[in-house]
Nanobody, 120 residues
């Protein structure tokens, strides 16, 4: 059974940091590029791409809105992907999801999400 389980969300102050994790099971994690996406509040739950990482971590990509503040990484030995989020802004408040593959596709594997709230 395929599972992606996000964790690490919570409440952070503006300028603070959080580290999200995405634990994968039930598929060959190391064979898939992986992606973080987030739900845009107040816009009909539209999903927004955040960052993607290649299978061997050699290639990483970021949305302009998070570039320089967020860092994506993965540990294939632990079947886990991470998103280190620094210099958080209120507009980073969202439900964050991990998904398999490049980008956001409904046919990919998806986690249940973890809520990040940035507020003073």
């Amino acid at each position: 059974q395929v599972q992606l389980v996000e964790s690490g969300g919570g409440l952070a102050q503006p300028g603070g940091s959080l580290r999200l994790s995405c634990a994968a099971s039930g598929f060959t994690f190391s064979s898939y590029a992986m992606t973080w996406a987030r739900q845009v509040p107040g816009r009909g739950n539209r999903m927004e791409w955040v960052s993607s990482i290649s299978t061997d971590s050699s290639d990483t990509y970021y949305a302009d809105s998070v570039k320089g503040r967020f860092t994506i990484s993965r540990d294939n030995a632990k079947n886990t992907m991470y998103l280190q989020m620094n210099a958080l802004k209120p507009e980073d408040t969202s439900m964050y999801f991990c998904t398999s593959g490049w980008g956001m596709r409904p046919t990919s594997y998806w986690g249940q999400g973890t809520q990040v709230t940035v507020s003073s």
